[in-house]
């Protein structure tokens, strides 16, 4: 009988080529577990995450779900998944889940955190997770930025495909800023993200934050609909999917 599970899983992006199978590479997440489950079930396994992180993005809790017909329990999955997947790869849970289930279309809401260190060097053992960027940022000229970008907009601006023909409209719920010490944390909540479009939104943070835009200019770049308008991408390794809701 074939069965729907879900699992939450966390991993260390730092040397995969991103969340989603490609053909031309054989380190993506999706990839390493679909192998797994494969040899566990002996059958062709598609697993769904709930969204696609890019290379070098890491994930405290993404959610994915696959269909398939074994009589293992669902720890006994959880441990033999563990058992054989990559080190920097690790299943959280594993729980049987109805029929419709599906881990990106029924998700309703996502956080992303990026980590940024002002200081004058990383710690060592936190280097490949965090974004060295060793400047001080006005964190109050930040969150007069962000405060443009809540709400529902067009962020075709913040999306780096640029030839993307679906609606680039999302709404961007809050952005949260936390700092600890010499580090930036901030959290992105929405019901949904474009490509690179939280990093190319930290990127224009920063740059506000470093006194080379204003704030007010978060609408013009709104309004714009042109990825030109907006900030850098920030690099990959600060990123984290943090948590999905359903």
Not at 103 to 132: C, D, H, P, W
Not at 179 to 204: A, K, P
């Amino acid at each position: 009988m074939i069965k729907n599970y879900r699992m939450i899983l966390e991993y260390d992006g730092s040397r995969y080529d991103g969340w989603q199978k490609q053909g031309n590479t054989e380190q993506t997440i999706q990839g390493k577990i679909e192998h797994v489950l494969e040899r566990m079930m002996g059958q062709a396994v598609e697993v769904h995450g709930s969204g696609r992180t890019d290379a070098g993005v890491h994930a405290l809790a993404q959610v994915a779900n696959f269909h398939g017909d074994t009589r293992l329990k669902e720890e006994e999955i959880m441990e033999y998944l563990n058992q054989y997947l990559p080190e920097d790869i690790r299943v959280k849970t594993v729980e049987r889940v109805a029929e419709r289930f599906h881990s990106r279309l029924n998700a309703q809401e996502k956080t992303y955190l990026y980590r940024i260190e002002m200081g004058e060097k990383k710690q060592v053992f936190e280097r490949k997770y965090i974004y060295g960027l060793f400047k001080e940022l006005d964190i109050e000229a930040m969150e007069r930025a962000a405060s443009f970008l809540t709400g529902e907009h067009d962020f075709k601006s913040f999306c780096a495909n640029r030839k993307m023909k679906k609606s680039s409209v999302r709404v961007l719920k809050r952005i949260d800023f936390e700092q600890q010490g010499s580090r930036l944390l901030i959290r992105y909540t929405g019901n949904g993200f474009l490509y690179n479009m939280v990093r190319i939104l930290t990127g224009t943070l920063v740059e506000v934050g470093l006194g080379q835009r204003k704030a007010e200019e978060m609408k013009e770049i709104l309004n714009a609909k042109d990825r030109n308008g907006a900030g850098f991408t920030a690099p990959p390794e600060g990123l984290f999917l943090e948590q999905v809701r359903y």
